[in-house]
């Protein structure tokens, strides 16, 4: 599992040229799965994601958490983010996890995000979509489930 958190000002999703969802300061999430990847996975990633102190106080230190902000969550399934560019000209997608099993890990994936944090919203898995923000910083992190085995 893979998240490549955009600390922003703020970030919408458009589909269809409609305004699905929109968010203040926060976090955009773009999140992808490969093969492999579980329920234990994501609770790992998720418990990380809403501890992370990468907000600037008002020394210019970060040291808020999105809690401490009253932040907003706009979550993204982005399969690309397992597209290896390594060979060829085209990205592979053979270790980005299946469709079907993506759709069910990432409907997981947000049930428990929102649970846990309720100002968090979502895109549509699959659907196209138009992703607009400002990101403030810019600010650029990545979670990664290798990191934590």
Not at 41 to 47: A, E, F, G, N, S
Not at 79 to 87: P, R
């Amino acid at each position: 599992m893979r998240i490549i958190i955009q600390v922003v000002q703020s970030a919408s999703v458009t589909i269809e040229g409609q305004i699905k969802e929109k968010i203040g300061r926060g976090f955009l999430l773009l999140t992808g799965f490969k093969e492999k990847d579980d329920k234990l996975v994501v609770d790992k990633l998720i418990d990380k994601l809403l501890k992370l102190r990468i907000f600037q106080d008002e020394q210019g230190k970060t040291n808020l958490s999105l809690k401490d902000i009253d932040g907003e969550i706009l979550s993204i399934s982005q399969f690309t983010l397992y597209g290896s560019l390594k060979d060829g000209n085209r990205p592979s997608f053979t270790h980005a996890l299946k469709f079907d099993e993506a759709k069910s890990l990432y409907s997981y994936f947000f049930r428990r995000l929102n649970t846990l944090f309720p100002k968090s919203y979502d895109g549509l898995f699959g659907a196209d979509m138009k992703v607009a923000l400002i990101n403030d910083g810019p600010s650029t992190y990545i979670l990664d489930s290798e990191d934590f085995k």
